[in-house]
């Protein structure tokens, strides 16, 4: 869950850094995390960025109300 959070928020353009969130699990899934962090950034290529039209959109309609 944490490493698809990493992706995300690298996609969404939102502070992140990895390696801090690596070294919050625990260190026998460190290695393991890094590997999903990778699948996900590979994953997220297919998806639309964070000034992709849809995105601004729906940020335009949330501040209207």
Do not use: C, W
């Amino acid at each position: 869950m944490a490493a698809s959070g990493v992706a995300y928020k690298e996609r969404m353009n939102m502070p992140v850094v990895a390696e801090v969130v690596a070294r919050e699990q625990p260190e026998h899934l460190r290695e393991y995390f890094m590997e999903r962090v990778r699948y996900y950034r590979e994953q997220s290529i297919q998806l639309p960025r964070a000034s992709d039209p849809r995105y601004l959109e729906m940020a335009e309609q949330n501040t209207k109300k």
